[in-house]
């Protein structure tokens, strides 16, 4: 016989990926593609940021925005800014809040990290350069962060707050 008290196992699941928002920026062409400044390999900065909030309405099933933002200048100069917006439904439940928050920022984000990357080296090569590879990102690990950074913020407001 079946225990119907049994609580219910953890369930994570992508319902389904889209892309919210793109966008491509070549500000200084066409000169770049000429000339001296094209033979020279631009220095990439890549920001990631990692947004998520439940759907309205439900109680399991959230949004999560993994927002990259490539930038490629040579010297002073921008060659380009590619910025992506990858986004999923994901339904998440039978987890603590702990977990959950884990499940949010570091599991979703690398389920969501491929398509990502795939959408920036597409709109990096259509927009006239070589192909673009975003390194691998250890998303757990970021979480670590800053959650160790968000400790570190709250235990010196503690410690200010004593001393005054």
Do not use: W
Request: hydrophobic content about 35%; charged content about 20%; overall charge negative.
């Amino acid at each position: 016989m079946a225990d119907t008290d049994a609580p219910a196992a953890p369930t994570f699941q992508l319902n389904k990926f889209y892309l919210k928002d793109a966008s491509f920026e070549s500000p200084a062409s066409p000169k770049v593609f000429g000339g001296q400044n094209s033979s020279q390999n631009p220095q990439i900065e890549v920001q990631l940021t990692i947004s998520h909030e439940r759907v309205p309405d439900t109680t399991d099933i959230h949004e999560v925005v993994l927002e990259g933002t490539c930038t490629a200048k040579t010297g002073e100069q921008t060659v380009f800014i590619a910025e992506v917006q990858q986004a999923g439904i994901f339904t998440i439940s039978g987890y603590t809040q702990e977990q959950l928050e884990k499940m949010l920022e570091a599991a979703c984000p690398n389920v969501l990290f491929p398509f990502l990357r795939e959408t920036v080296a597409a709109l990096v090569a259509k927009g006239g350069f070589p192909q673009l590879l975003l390194s691998p990102v250890n998303f757990e690990m970021m979480y670590q962060q800053k959650k160790d950074s968000r400790r570190t913020n709250a235990e010196e407001l503690t410690h200010e707050q004593g001393s005054v």
